[in-house]
């Protein structure tokens, strides 16, 4: 089982819809927990950090379920400018950083 | 303030020969990773500098590839006899240090990649 596994997609949603991407970790250990955002031929960037009590950034929402070991991301009202790949991104912290890169998701917003 | 520089940002080599890539991280950043990521692929982790700690290897696919670092500055990785399946654009990520930190502190910056074709 990979470390960290997410859908590849591509997700095809049209403008303003909801779009709720899951990525699944198998380490229990694992202790942070982020998203990022990687458009085409560009290097990642941070999009959230994901928070054990859940946290929103306006139209994103990122939510931790320990026991079910998953992480999501919720975005609203979907915009063009979101179309990009969702990497899920998982930390073991343990004297060092030990970090694991999901193989992303793919999202193609649709006029 | 200055982010994670790479150079060059292109390399065509041909197959066979040595290749040196480097990065810059950011100033006060003790955390430095090189990942690989092949067209339409997801990133896969090669080596992890920390500081003085030994780095980790464990992500590198084979002894054609190196990585050093001097002290908590410039990382170079160099690929030895380049084979066709080592294209890929090659990135550099670089953080603070975890221990004592908020998570937010653990955010990589990456570099804007060295593209390598090997023909």
């Known amino acids: 089982r990979k470390e960290v596994e997410q859908d590849p997609g591509p997700f095809n949603v049209p403008e303003g819809a909801t779009v709720a991407f899951n990525c699944t970790y198998s380490?229990?250990?694992?202790?942070?927990f982020f998203w990022y955002r990687q458009d085409c031929r560009k290097e990642p960037k941070l999009l959230m950090s994901?928070?054990?009590s859940g946290n929103e950034d306006g139209r994103f929402t990122a939510q931790l379920n320990r026991a079910s070991q998953y992480i999501s991301l919720l975005i609203r009202d979907s915009k063009l400018s979101d179309s990009a790949t969702y990497l899920c991104?998982?930390?073991?912290?343990?004297?060092?950083?030990?970090?694991?890169f999901g193989i992303g998701t793919k999202l193609q917003v649709i006029p | 303030g200055a982010g994670v520089s790479q150079s060059p940002s292109n390399k065509v080599t041909e197959k066979g020969k040595d290749v040196e890539l480097r990065c810059d991280p950011i100033?006060?950043?003790?955390?430095l990773y090189w990942y690989r990521q092949r067209l339409g692929q997801g990133l896969e982790f090669l080596i992890y500098?920390?500081?003085?700690?030994?780095?980790?290897k464990s992500g590198l696919p084979s002894d054609r590839f190196s990585a050093e670092r001097t002290g908590e500055s410039v990382s170079t990785l160099t690929i030895q006899r380049t084979q066709q399946e080592d294209s890929a654009v090659y990135l550099c990520?670089?953080?603070?240090?975890?221990?004592?930190?908020?998570?937010?502190?653990?955010?990589?910056?990456f570099g804007p990649g060295t593209r390598l074709t090997v023909l």
């Open positions: 994901v928070y054990s």
């Open positions: 500098f920390q500081g003085n700690s030994a780095p980790d």
């Open positions: 380490n229990s250990a694992s202790q942070s």
């Open positions: 991104v998982v930390n073991v912290v343990g004297g060092y950083q030990k970090v694991t």
């Open positions: 100033s006060g950043h003790t955390a």
């Open positions: 990520a670089s953080s603070f240090p975890t221990s004592g930190r908020t998570q937010a502190r653990n955010e990589q910056f």
